[in-house]
């Protein structure tokens, strides 16, 4: 028996003009590590509604494993998130999310991502989460996407204009202790996307629609 036939989620690949993003494997854990620890962005402030980064770099390794475990324990139906580890030029850049609570009813999804700092700046950021948009609204079917940045966080922010997000509200945020922040939420409806030129490939994506409880 093969593992993807056990966990379907693991045989799911989304391949981009530049990225391959693979829904995270023990074997991709070190790379990932390694991409956290070179650094994400300034640690004078957090971009995270939980600083994960901060811990110190001899914990964040063994932190990050346990949470990506904790995402597989967690998938259901009612409820997923699914941690893409984003492959560029042969290694592991950084994490885009996707994730769902009773999508049979909301038809909502909602991401998350990083990249470590040496890529920043090169349209990775809006490639990989355009991918993970065009696999939400083309393959599982959803009407609507949301996320949410720090108010100061322009770079996340422009990933989300850029692809027609909408302003949805602010929300007051404490990552760290004594320290509060607005967080700037946004919301794409499937017809406002800003489609890229380009168009993803996807393998292994039928037993994923079982896995999730998907109806097609
Ligand atoms: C957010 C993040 C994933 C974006 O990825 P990226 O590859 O750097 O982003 P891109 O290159 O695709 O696009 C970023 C856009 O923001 C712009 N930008 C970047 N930094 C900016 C800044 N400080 N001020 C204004 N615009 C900025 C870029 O110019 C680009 O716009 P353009 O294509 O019109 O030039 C990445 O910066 C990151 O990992 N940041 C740290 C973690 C984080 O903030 N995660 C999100 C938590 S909500």
Do not use: C
Not at 36 to 50: C, I, N, Q, S, Y
Not at 146 to 167: I, Q, R
């Amino acid at each position: 028996m093969q593992l993807e036939e056990i966990w379907p989620l693991f045989g799911l690949e989304i391949t981009t003009p530049r990225l391959v993003l693979r829904p995270v494997r023990d074997v991709d854990l070190p790379g990932l590590a390694q991409a956290a620890l070179d650094g994400v962005h300034d640690p004078e402030r957090t971009p995270f509604g939980v600083p994960w980064t901060d811990a110190a770099p001899e914990d964040l390794p063994r932190n990050l494993a346990s949470f990506q475990w904790s995402l597989r324990n967690r998938v259901s139906p009612r409820n997923w998130a699914i941690a893409f580890a984003v492959h560029f030029e042969g290694r592991v850049v950084g994490s885009q999310d996707l994730s769902a609570h009773d999508f049979a009813h909301r038809r909502t999804v909602n991401t998350g991502s990083w990249l470590t700092r040496s890529v920043h700046g090169r349209g990775i950021g809006t490639e990989m989460r355009a991918a993970l948009l065009l696999f939400a609204f083309d393959v599982l079917g959803a009407d609507w996407a949301e996320s949410g940045a720090a108010s100061w966080n322009e770079a996340s922010l422009k990933v989300s204009k850029k692809l027609g997000y909408e302003l949805n509200g602010v929300t007051r945020v404490a990552p760290r202790p004594g320290e509060s922040v607005d967080e700037q939420r946004v919301r794409l409806e499937e017809a406002s996307f800003v489609r890229p030129q380009w168009s993803i490939t996807v393998r292994g994506a039928e037993p994923v629609l079982d896995q999730l409880g998907i109806a097609r």
